[in-house]
């Protein structure tokens, strides 16, 4: 196999064979190369350096024009490159901003091409133009003064709605509907004392567990599987709060707590009953989003017992679909009924229509058309006679 020559061995060949002393032929015997070979690498070194038949007029204007043509499509990808950062930056504003024409013009003043800032940014040139030209347009001149026409409307009695400030600005000669009174109310806030108040609305914070349960309120054994939730009704002296706990197995409340305020205090409450009574291992306590199974009070009563926490989605009712048909059954039965003077009434009510209706007379389909303490029974004599 042929080896290549080195570097160094063939530029002191080229550079022999130029001085033009001794012809290519002669060169060739000398340094032991063939006359093919030596003319070979002279036309390479004349395309390199640039001179020689290999590199013509002709040859060279192509090179050099590829070369600027390189460098504009360089250049335009800078400039594209750029405008996607300044666009990120200026969209990323606390408000962000409206409108992006005055972008496009920030940009011009940065040398970079107004059709190039607009094909990157999806904008229409001759749009831009024409709003360079009239930066205000006659419908935000108009909405301007029907602004303060609404604002001093509204100064002069803040009681006032939109309706009533359209009619009011329609009366000192502007020409508007109801519904550019009203998106112009709201745009500047402008809203009757007597309306209901706005900001005040308040979202579920995060949950503290994840859902364990995904819907799936059977389990194959006692004290597997508990859900929770709190539920109110109202009594002639005002709100009564049930908290309770439900063996998903048995169907049979385990624990619960009733007061007049709804407190985390009544989750825990109930939940330590239910620890007391059943002294579980490993079980999962389901519920909603609600603040009071949130609280710190309740996370840490969960710990304590060596319990699981788990909790559903916000809005989501079918996450706890079981607990809430406990519920129903409960406001069929017992509040619907009658109306209710005072919260011992309702208290006792509760508490009697749950330990000796509901535990031990209402026989369930859903348990082989027994009753959940029948069930108990069979499932875990020693559970039920401890509970």
Known sequence: MVK???????????????????????????????????????RLADRDNGTGAAASPSVRA???????????????????????????????QSPAPKMTYPLVLELADDRIPVAVACR??????????????????ERDWADAHLTNAAVDAHRDDPTFGYRFIADDVAAAGHRVSERRVWRLCSQQRLWSLHAKKRGLTRKAGPPVHDDRVRRAFTAPDLDRLWLTDITEHPTG????????????????IVGYSIGDR????????????????????????????GSQFRSKRFVRAIEDAGLLGSMGRVGAC??????????????KNIHNRKRWATRDQLRLAIITWIEATYHRKRRQRGLGKLTPIEYETIINRQVALAA
């Open 62 to 92: 192509v090179e050099q024009a590829e070369l600027r043509e390189a460098q504009k499509r360089i250049r335009l990808l800078e400039q594209e490159n750029e405008i996607l950062r300044r666009a990120a930056a200026y969209f990323a």
């Open 262 to 289: 709804m407190r985390s205090s009544l989750a825990v409450a109930a939940l330590q009953m239910a620890v007391q009574r059943r002294n579980p291992v490993g079980t999962v306590v389901h519920s909603d989003r």
């Open 120 to 137: 990157v940014l999806g904008l229409s040139k001759q749009a831009f133009y024409r709003w360079r030209a009239s930066p205000v347009t």
């Open 4 to 42: 290549a020559c080195p570097e160094e061995f063939r530029r002191d060949v080229i550079a022999v064979a130029r001085k033009g002393e001794t012809s290519v032929r002669q060169v060739a015997n000398d340094f032991g190369v063939s006359e093919s070979c030596l003319a070979r690498w002279l």
């Open 237 to 252: 002296e005002g709100k009564l709060y049930l908290c309770a706990v439900k063996d998903a197995c048995s169907r049979r």
């Open 318 to 331: 079918a996450d706890n679909a079981a607990m809430e048909s406990f519920f129903a059954l409960l406001q």
